[in-house]
């Protein structure tokens, strides 16, 4: 048995050094963030990014893709600041979160990405906050020409054919098919609807689906002007 000792011993101390070489070149450093999230061929899936558009003023507007350094999200009902950036930090993919800021019906915080993802990835991350029973709401920023950042809140506006009867009964329908639900009045046929993550989609998607029914006159999305963070 003594014979096989020094070849034990040389084996062990060849694994033992390549393994600290592995570590001291890898250029993963404190990764807390989901690496199948990150990995572009994963996110991506081979699907290019969307590009978003919606109505204003009988006009098409673009958007173009999902900003990248970006979310806005909001929190359930009763979570304050403390309990909001708890539940952010979970999501490692998540590196911070700004001053909330208050619609409405919700307070959303402006959320700082970790660098380098793409809109895909961007897509990705909201789908798995949206999972989080401690958030009700998650929807992306957009970097426009002039360099502002428009963040898709939660809100959105419907103006309704006015002086038709039927226009208040297919408002609560289409609210009611899409899981999304009626905030205020700002007018004679003006209504402000809100969203959350159990709708069919975002403020921005919701308002460009209401727009598409002949009895709506227009309908578009609320946004939140912010600073890049």
Same mark, same amino acid.
Request: with cysteine; net charge negative.
């Given at each position: 048995?003594?014979?096989?000792?020094?070849?034990?011993?040389?084996?062990?101390?060849?694994?033992?050094?390549?393994?600290?070489?592995?570590?001291?070149v890898s250029p993963i450093r404190n990764v807390r963030f989901d690496p199948g999230l990150l990995?572009?061929?994963?996110?991506?899936?081979?699907?290019?990014?969307?590009?978003?558009?919606?109505?204003?003023?009988?006009?098409?507007?673009?958007?173009?893709?999902?900003?990248?350094?970006?979310?806005?999200?909001s929190f359930r009902d009763g979570l304050g600041n403390e309990q909001a950036t708890a539940a952010a930090e979970r999501h490692g993919f998540v590196e911070a979160l700004g001053q909330p800021v208050q619609t409405n019906?919700?307070?959303?915080?402006?959320?700082?990405l970790a660098p380098g993802l793409s809109c895909q990835q961007v897509e990705a991350a909201?789908?798995?906050?949206?999972?989080?029973?401690?958030?009700?709401?998650?929807a992306p920023y957009f970097e426009l020409a002039d360099g502002q950042m428009l963040? +898709?809140?939660?809100?959105?506006?419907?103006? +309704?054919e006015e002086g038709r009867q039927e226009t208040a009964k297919v408002l609560m329908r289409l609210?009611?098919?899409?899981?999304?639900?009626?905030?205020?009045?700002?007018?004679?046929?003006t209504y402000v609807?809100?969203?959350?993550k159990e709708s069919k989609g975002n403020a921005l998607e919701m308002a460009n689906f209401f727009n598409k029914h002949p009895l709506i006159k227009h309908a578009e999305p609320d946004f939140i002007v912010s600073l890049a963070m």
């Open positions: 048995m003594k014979i096989y000792i020094p070849w034990l011993s040389s084996l062990l101390l060849i694994i033992i050094f390549s393994s600290c070489r592995n570590d001291n990995n572009p061929m994963q996110a991506a899936g081979g699907v290019p990014c969307a590009s978003h558009t919606y109505s204003y003023n009988g006009a098409e507007k673009s958007l173009g893709t999902v900003y990248g350094g970006m979310v806005l999200v019906s919700a307070r959303l915080y402006p959320a700082k909201l789908a798995e906050l949206s999972k989080d029973p401690a958030v009700d709401y998650a963040g +898709v809140s939660n809100e959105f506006i419907v103006v +309704v609210a009611e098919a899409t899981g999304t639900e009626l905030v205020s009045t700002l007018g004679e046929g609807l809100r969203a959350n």
